[in-house]
Protein backbone atom coordinates (compact mmCIF):
# COMPACT_ATOMS: atom_id res chain seq x y z
CA UNK A 1 0.00 0.00 0.00
CA UNK A 2 1.24 3.04 -1.01
CA UNK A 3 1.64 6.08 1.76
CA UNK A 4 -1.11 7.76 -0.38
CA UNK A 5 -3.87 5.31 0.27
CA UNK A 6 -5.83 3.69 2.63
CA UNK A 7 -8.87 5.37 5.16
CA UNK A 8 -8.18 7.03 8.27
CA UNK A 9 -10.10 5.68 11.35
CA UNK A 10 -12.96 8.12 12.14
CA UNK A 11 -13.62 8.65 16.07
CA UNK A 12 -16.59 9.74 17.25
CA UNK A 13 -16.17 11.47 21.25
CA UNK A 14 -19.72 10.78 22.07
CA UNK A 15 -20.97 12.84 25.08
CA UNK A 16 -24.82 12.61 24.37
CA UNK A 17 -27.71 10.39 25.74
CA UNK A 18 -26.48 7.29 27.77
CA UNK A 19 -23.53 8.44 28.63
CA UNK A 20 -21.43 10.74 30.75
CA UNK A 21 -20.27 14.21 29.84
CA UNK A 22 -16.19 14.50 29.76
CA UNK A 23 -15.17 17.11 32.09
CA UNK A 24 -13.26 19.80 29.74
CA UNK A 25 -9.97 19.18 30.55
CA UNK A 26 -10.22 14.95 29.39
CA UNK A 27 -12.40 16.30 25.90
CA UNK A 28 -9.61 18.46 25.25
CA UNK A 29 -6.72 16.11 26.20
CA UNK A 30 -8.60 13.54 24.01
CA UNK A 31 -8.83 15.42 21.24
CA UNK A 32 -5.44 16.46 21.35
CA UNK A 33 -3.82 13.24 21.55
CA UNK A 34 -6.25 11.55 18.73
CA UNK A 35 -5.67 14.37 16.55
CA UNK A 36 -1.48 13.93 16.79
CA UNK A 37 -1.51 10.74 16.15
CA UNK A 38 -3.45 10.92 12.88
CA UNK A 39 -7.10 10.01 13.78
CA UNK A 40 -10.54 12.00 12.84
CA UNK A 41 -12.55 13.39 15.22
CA UNK A 42 -15.99 14.41 15.35
CA UNK A 43 -17.66 16.02 17.92
CA UNK A 44 -21.29 15.66 17.65
CA UNK A 45 -23.96 17.45 19.65
CA UNK A 46 -27.50 17.36 19.03
CA UNK A 47 -29.12 19.70 16.58
CA UNK A 48 -25.78 20.73 15.41
CA UNK A 49 -23.91 19.64 12.03
CA UNK A 50 -21.11 17.80 11.46
CA UNK A 51 -20.03 16.23 8.16
CA UNK A 52 -21.68 12.72 7.34
CA UNK A 53 -20.72 9.62 7.53
CA UNK A 54 -18.94 7.88 4.53
CA UNK A 55 -17.47 4.47 4.38
CA UNK A 56 -14.55 4.70 6.45
CA UNK A 57 -14.66 2.20 9.71
CA UNK A 58 -15.93 4.87 12.87
CA UNK A 59 -15.16 4.07 16.38
CA UNK A 60 -17.72 5.37 19.42
CA UNK A 61 -15.43 6.67 22.17
CA UNK A 62 -17.47 8.10 25.28
CA UNK A 63 -18.01 7.36 29.12
CA UNK A 64 -20.74 5.20 27.88
CA UNK A 65 -23.15 3.64 30.24
CA UNK A 66 -22.93 -0.10 30.24
CA UNK A 67 -26.01 -0.88 27.62
CA UNK A 68 -27.83 -4.90 27.73
CA UNK A 69 -27.58 -4.53 23.62
CA UNK A 70 -25.88 -2.89 21.62
CA UNK A 71 -27.04 -0.22 19.51
CA UNK A 72 -28.22 -0.35 15.50
CA UNK A 73 -26.17 0.02 12.81
CA UNK A 74 -26.73 1.82 9.59
CA UNK A 75 -26.23 -2.10 7.31
CA UNK A 76 -22.39 -1.58 5.90
CA UNK A 77 -21.51 0.61 8.25
CA UNK A 78 -18.33 -0.36 10.16
CA UNK A 79 -19.17 1.30 14.11
CA UNK A 80 -17.34 0.03 16.97
CA UNK A 81 -17.83 1.29 20.54
CA UNK A 82 -15.37 1.73 23.44
CA UNK A 83 -16.34 2.73 26.88
CA UNK A 84 -13.42 5.24 28.42
CA UNK A 85 -13.56 4.44 31.38
CA UNK A 86 -12.58 0.89 30.55
CA UNK A 87 -8.96 1.74 29.77
CA UNK A 88 -6.78 3.78 27.67
CA UNK A 89 -8.25 6.24 24.93
CA UNK A 90 -5.04 5.62 22.71
CA UNK A 91 -4.98 1.68 23.13
CA UNK A 92 -8.54 1.32 22.23
CA UNK A 93 -8.04 3.89 19.14
CA UNK A 94 -4.89 2.09 18.06
CA UNK A 95 -6.64 -1.50 18.86
CA UNK A 96 -9.57 -0.52 16.33
CA UNK A 97 -7.36 0.85 13.97
CA UNK A 98 -5.48 -2.37 13.23
CA UNK A 99 -8.61 -4.83 13.32
CA UNK A 100 -9.96 -2.58 10.95
CA UNK A 101 -6.98 -2.24 8.73
CA UNK A 102 -7.35 1.45 8.34
CA UNK A 103 -4.81 3.87 7.94
CA UNK A 104 -1.63 4.00 10.70
CA UNK A 105 0.02 7.50 11.24
CA UNK A 106 2.45 7.48 8.68
CA UNK A 107 6.19 9.29 9.03
CA UNK A 108 6.00 11.55 6.41
CA UNK A 109 5.26 14.97 5.20
CA UNK A 110 2.51 15.19 2.45
CA UNK A 111 4.58 16.96 -0.12
CA UNK A 112 3.24 17.59 -3.46
CA UNK A 113 2.50 20.47 -6.12
CA UNK A 114 -1.08 21.96 -6.35
CA UNK A 115 -1.60 24.21 -8.90
CA UNK A 116 -3.79 27.19 -8.64
CA UNK A 117 -5.82 26.96 -11.92
CA UNK A 118 -7.28 30.42 -11.39
CA UNK A 119 -3.27 31.38 -12.08
CA UNK A 120 -2.12 28.42 -14.29
CA UNK A 121 -1.59 29.52 -17.99
CA UNK A 122 -0.70 25.70 -19.45
CA UNK A 123 2.40 26.95 -20.57
CA UNK A 124 3.92 23.82 -19.63
CA UNK A 125 7.22 25.27 -17.82
CA UNK A 126 6.87 23.09 -15.17
CA UNK A 127 6.19 19.95 -16.77
CA UNK A 128 9.31 19.88 -19.08
CA UNK A 129 11.28 21.09 -16.01
CA UNK A 130 10.51 18.72 -13.49
CA UNK A 131 13.03 15.71 -13.90
CA UNK A 132 10.77 12.59 -12.29
CA UNK A 133 7.15 13.15 -13.90
CA UNK A 134 5.25 14.62 -11.75
CA UNK A 135 3.43 16.46 -13.89
CA UNK A 136 1.41 14.67 -16.75
CA UNK A 137 -1.65 16.54 -19.03
CA UNK A 138 -5.02 15.43 -18.62
CA UNK A 139 -7.77 14.45 -21.66
CA UNK A 140 -8.39 18.13 -21.85
CA UNK A 141 -4.78 18.82 -22.33
CA UNK A 142 -4.46 21.00 -19.50
CA UNK A 143 -1.90 20.75 -16.86
CA UNK A 144 -1.86 18.38 -14.18
CA UNK A 145 -0.39 16.35 -10.86
CA UNK A 146 -0.04 12.73 -12.40
CA UNK A 147 2.03 10.47 -10.02
CA UNK A 148 2.37 13.29 -6.81
CA UNK A 149 4.31 10.14 -5.01
CA UNK A 150 7.41 11.08 -7.01
CA UNK A 151 7.95 14.31 -6.15
CA UNK A 152 10.83 15.03 -3.82
CA UNK A 153 10.02 16.06 -0.14
CA UNK A 154 11.20 19.67 0.39
CA UNK A 155 12.21 20.47 -3.04
CA UNK A 156 9.73 23.32 -4.31
CA UNK A 157 11.87 23.87 -7.93
CA UNK A 158 9.14 23.85 -9.88
CA UNK A 159 7.43 26.13 -8.28
CA UNK A 160 10.33 28.64 -8.73
CA UNK A 161 10.74 28.10 -12.68
CA UNK A 162 6.41 28.97 -12.41
CA UNK A 163 6.07 32.05 -14.49
CA UNK A 164 2.58 32.81 -12.88
CA UNK A 165 3.48 31.53 -9.66
CA UNK A 166 0.64 29.34 -9.84
CA UNK A 167 2.01 25.74 -8.10
CA UNK A 168 2.01 25.38 -4.39
CA UNK A 169 3.53 23.73 -1.63
CA UNK A 170 1.40 24.11 1.35
CA UNK A 171 4.21 22.61 4.04
CA UNK A 172 6.41 25.30 2.53
CA UNK A 173 7.79 27.35 4.90
CA UNK A 174 7.54 30.94 2.89
CA UNK A 175 4.79 32.61 0.67
CA UNK A 176 3.89 32.78 -2.03
CA UNK A 177 4.77 28.73 -2.56
CA UNK A 178 2.91 28.14 1.02
CA UNK A 179 -0.04 29.28 -0.82
CA UNK A 180 0.01 32.80 0.60
CA UNK A 181 -1.48 36.20 -1.85
CA UNK A 182 0.83 36.39 -4.47
CA UNK A 183 1.99 39.69 -5.13
CA UNK A 184 2.94 41.91 -7.71
CA UNK A 185 6.58 41.94 -6.70
CA UNK A 186 6.29 37.96 -6.35
CA UNK A 187 5.34 37.54 -9.76
CA UNK A 188 8.61 40.02 -10.57
CA UNK A 189 10.91 38.02 -8.85
CA UNK A 190 9.81 35.29 -10.91
CA UNK A 191 9.92 36.68 -13.83
CA UNK A 192 13.24 37.29 -13.08
CA UNK A 193 14.24 34.09 -12.33
CA UNK A 194 13.14 32.58 -15.46
CA UNK A 195 15.09 35.58 -17.23
CA UNK A 196 17.95 34.25 -15.52
CA UNK A 197 17.31 30.70 -16.94
CA UNK A 198 16.92 31.82 -20.57
CA UNK A 199 20.17 33.40 -20.41
CA UNK A 200 22.01 30.52 -19.37
CA UNK A 201 21.02 29.65 -22.71
CA UNK A 202 17.10 28.25 -22.77
CA UNK A 203 16.69 26.20 -19.72
CA UNK A 204 18.80 25.68 -16.59
CA UNK A 205 19.25 21.51 -17.92
CA UNK A 206 20.23 22.80 -21.14
CA UNK A 207 22.65 25.09 -19.29
CA UNK A 208 24.20 22.44 -16.83
CA UNK A 209 24.48 19.70 -20.24
CA UNK A 210 26.25 22.76 -21.81
CA UNK A 211 28.42 23.07 -18.80
CA UNK A 212 29.05 19.61 -18.64
CA UNK A 213 30.13 19.48 -22.24
CA UNK A 214 32.42 22.47 -21.67
CA UNK A 215 34.07 20.86 -18.40
CA UNK A 216 34.61 17.76 -20.53
CA UNK A 217 36.37 18.98 -23.12
CA UNK A 218 38.33 21.23 -20.81
CA UNK A 219 39.15 18.01 -19.15
CA UNK A 220 40.29 16.09 -22.30
CA UNK A 221 42.39 18.94 -23.15
CA UNK A 222 43.98 20.43 -19.62
CA UNK A 223 43.70 17.09 -18.05
CA UNK A 224 42.69 18.88 -14.53
CA UNK A 225 40.34 16.65 -12.47
CA UNK A 226 39.87 18.89 -9.92
CA UNK A 227 39.09 21.76 -12.16
CA UNK A 228 36.04 19.84 -13.75
CA UNK A 229 34.40 18.79 -10.42
CA UNK A 230 34.92 22.29 -9.16
CA UNK A 231 33.38 23.56 -12.26
CA UNK A 232 30.36 21.19 -11.25
CA UNK A 233 29.92 21.65 -7.70
CA UNK A 234 29.89 25.12 -8.49
CA UNK A 235 26.84 24.76 -10.93
CA UNK A 236 24.94 22.55 -9.20
CA UNK A 237 25.68 24.83 -6.10
CA UNK A 238 24.06 27.68 -7.77
CA UNK A 239 21.39 25.78 -8.95
CA UNK A 240 20.45 24.85 -5.31
CA UNK A 241 20.78 28.23 -4.61
CA UNK A 242 18.66 29.83 -7.34
CA UNK A 243 15.69 27.10 -6.90
CA UNK A 244 16.24 25.86 -3.07
CA UNK A 245 16.90 22.59 -4.28
CA UNK A 246 18.05 20.40 -1.54
CA UNK A 247 20.80 17.90 -1.64
CA UNK A 248 19.00 15.04 -1.90
CA UNK A 249 17.51 15.45 -5.06
CA UNK A 250 20.24 17.05 -6.94
CA UNK A 251 21.98 13.98 -5.83
CA UNK A 252 19.47 11.98 -8.06
CA UNK A 253 19.66 13.91 -10.77
CA UNK A 254 19.66 11.95 -13.96
CA UNK A 255 22.65 12.19 -16.57
CA UNK A 256 22.55 14.12 -19.70
CA UNK A 257 21.66 10.94 -21.48
CA UNK A 258 18.97 10.03 -19.20
CA UNK A 259 17.16 13.94 -19.83
CA UNK A 260 17.83 13.88 -23.74
CA UNK A 261 16.05 10.10 -23.58
CA UNK A 262 13.19 11.46 -21.45
CA UNK A 263 12.20 14.56 -23.21
CA UNK A 264 12.29 12.56 -26.91
CA UNK A 265 9.88 10.27 -25.08
CA UNK A 266 7.97 12.95 -24.10
CA UNK A 267 7.97 14.74 -27.25
CA UNK A 268 6.78 11.51 -28.81
CA UNK A 269 3.85 11.27 -26.29
CA UNK A 270 3.12 14.93 -27.45
CA UNK A 271 2.95 14.02 -30.95
CA UNK A 272 1.04 11.18 -30.50
CA UNK A 273 -1.55 12.79 -28.22
CA UNK A 274 -1.81 15.95 -30.51
CA UNK A 275 -2.08 12.83 -33.44
CA UNK A 276 -5.38 11.31 -31.82
CA UNK A 277 -6.93 15.05 -30.84
CA UNK A 278 -6.14 16.08 -34.76
CA UNK A 279 -7.91 12.80 -36.37
CA UNK A 280 -10.85 13.10 -33.53
CA UNK A 281 -11.61 17.01 -33.64
CA UNK A 282 -9.02 19.20 -33.83
CA UNK A 283 -8.10 20.38 -37.31
CA UNK A 284 -5.67 23.23 -36.21
CA UNK A 285 -1.78 22.65 -37.29
CA UNK A 286 -0.18 20.86 -34.40
CA UNK A 287 2.11 22.99 -31.56
CA UNK A 288 5.66 23.40 -32.72
CA UNK A 289 8.32 21.89 -30.17
CA UNK A 290 8.92 25.98 -29.06
CA UNK A 291 5.42 26.35 -28.31
CA UNK A 292 5.10 23.23 -26.03
CA UNK A 293 8.20 24.63 -24.43
CA UNK A 294 10.09 21.67 -25.00
CA UNK B 1 -23.18 25.98 9.82
CA UNK B 2 -20.26 23.43 10.41
CA UNK B 3 -16.89 23.79 11.64
CA UNK B 4 -13.71 21.82 10.43
CA UNK B 5 -10.63 21.87 12.08
CA UNK B 6 -7.05 20.94 10.76
CA UNK B 7 -4.14 19.43 12.88
CA UNK B 8 -1.96 19.91 10.31
CA UNK B 9 -0.01 16.72 12.04
CA UNK B 10 2.09 16.21 9.65
CA UNK B 11 4.17 18.96 9.77
CA UNK B 12 4.78 21.94 12.07
CA UNK B 13 3.72 24.09 9.61
CA UNK B 14 0.83 25.83 11.91
CA UNK B 15 2.45 27.40 15.17
CA UNK B 16 1.55 24.98 17.72
CA UNK B 17 0.32 27.53 20.38
CA UNK B 18 -2.69 28.73 18.21
CA UNK B 19 -3.57 25.62 16.90
CA UNK B 20 -4.10 24.43 20.50
CA UNK B 21 -5.52 27.69 21.49
CA UNK B 22 -7.84 27.25 18.97
CA UNK B 23 -8.79 23.55 19.58
CA UNK B 24 -9.25 24.49 23.09
CA UNK B 25 -11.72 27.01 22.99
CA UNK B 26 -13.59 24.65 20.53
CA UNK B 27 -13.77 21.96 22.70
CA UNK B 28 -14.74 24.18 25.23
CA UNK B 29 -17.17 26.14 23.09
CA UNK B 30 -20.01 23.48 23.22
CA UNK B 31 -19.99 23.33 18.93
CA UNK B 32 -20.48 20.27 17.11
CA UNK B 33 -17.43 20.05 14.55
CA UNK B 34 -14.93 17.78 12.91
CA UNK B 35 -11.31 18.01 13.26
CA UNK B 36 -9.09 16.31 10.73
CA UNK B 37 -5.08 15.23 11.26
CA UNK B 38 -4.02 16.77 7.70
CA UNK B 39 -5.43 18.50 5.46
CA UNK B 40 -2.83 17.80 2.87
CA UNK B 41 -2.24 14.53 3.89
CA UNK B 42 -6.36 13.83 2.77
CA UNK B 43 -5.76 15.59 -0.19
CA UNK B 44 -2.79 13.54 -1.01
CA UNK B 45 -5.08 10.49 -0.41
CA UNK B 46 -8.02 11.98 -2.09
CA UNK B 47 -10.28 11.26 0.89
CA UNK B 48 -14.07 10.66 0.32
CA UNK B 49 -14.50 12.35 3.76
CA UNK B 50 -12.94 15.46 1.67
CA UNK B 51 -16.27 15.09 -0.42
CA UNK B 52 -18.48 14.94 2.57
CA UNK B 53 -17.16 18.18 3.96
CA UNK B 54 -17.24 20.14 0.78
CA UNK B 55 -20.83 19.06 0.04
CA UNK B 56 -21.73 19.66 3.69
CA UNK B 57 -23.11 23.49 2.86
CA UNK B 58 -21.64 26.32 4.43
CA UNK B 59 -18.77 25.36 6.47
CA UNK B 60 -15.58 27.53 8.27
CA UNK B 61 -12.53 25.95 8.19
CA UNK B 62 -9.88 26.82 10.40
CA UNK B 63 -6.44 25.59 8.79
CA UNK B 64 -3.90 27.49 6.69
CA UNK B 65 -3.89 30.11 3.66
CA UNK B 66 -7.44 30.38 1.78
CA UNK B 67 -5.50 29.64 -1.56
CA UNK B 68 -4.22 26.61 -0.41
CA UNK B 69 -6.93 25.15 1.42
CA UNK B 70 -9.23 25.80 -1.87
CA UNK B 71 -6.93 24.19 -4.23
CA UNK B 72 -5.92 21.66 -2.04
CA UNK B 73 -9.75 20.08 -2.23
CA UNK B 74 -9.77 21.09 -5.99
CA UNK B 75 -6.42 18.26 -6.11
CA UNK B 76 -8.54 15.87 -4.10
CA UNK B 77 -11.46 16.12 -6.97
CA UNK B 78 -13.78 17.48 -4.50
CA UNK B 79 -13.70 21.39 -5.12
CA UNK B 80 -15.22 23.46 -2.43
CA UNK B 81 -17.90 25.54 -3.25
CA UNK B 82 -17.56 29.03 -4.32
CA UNK B 83 -19.85 30.44 -1.76
CA UNK B 84 -20.67 29.90 1.99
CA UNK B 85 -16.95 28.78 2.64
CA UNK B 86 -14.55 30.43 4.90
CA UNK B 87 -11.01 29.36 5.74
CA UNK B 88 -9.27 31.03 8.91
CA UNK B 89 -5.79 31.38 8.60
CA UNK B 90 -3.90 29.74 11.73
CA UNK B 91 -0.80 30.39 10.19
CA UNK B 92 -1.23 34.02 10.21
CA UNK B 93 -3.96 34.89 12.41
CA UNK B 94 -4.01 35.46 15.98
CA UNK B 95 -6.29 32.44 18.37
CA UNK B 96 -7.89 34.95 19.51
CA UNK B 97 -9.31 36.01 15.49
CA UNK B 98 -9.69 32.26 14.86
CA UNK B 99 -11.98 31.79 17.56
CA UNK B 100 -13.77 35.09 17.38
CA UNK B 101 -14.76 33.68 13.39
CA UNK B 102 -15.41 30.66 14.21
CA UNK B 103 -17.67 31.02 16.77
CA UNK B 104 -19.29 34.02 15.91
Given at each position: ????????????????????????????????????????????????HVAPA????????????????????????????????????????????????????????????????????????????????????????????????????????????????????????????????????????????????????????????SRQKD???????????????????????????????????????????????????????????????????????????????? | ??????????????????????????????RAFDA?????????????????????????????????????????????????????????????????????
Open positions: MSRTEGKNLRVVLYEGPGSTPLADDDRFAALAALLDNGFEVTRPVAGQDDAPVLVLGLLDPLDTPPEVAPGQEVHFRNLADGDLLEAARAVREATGARKLEAWKPWFPVIDYDRCTNCMQCLTFCLFDVYGVDKQQQITVQNQDNCKTDCPACSRVCPEVAILFPKYGKGPINGDVVRAEDIQREAMKVDISTLLGGDLYGALRARKRFSTERDESKALLERKRCLGKLKKDLDIPDEVLMTLPSAEDIEERAARARAKLAKRQAISQTVKDTRPAPSETEWGI | MSILYCNCTYAKVVPVEVKRDVLRRLSDSGVADLCDMSARKDPALKKIAEGGCTQIAACYPRAVKWLFHAAGTPLPDAGVTVLNMREDSADDVVKELLA
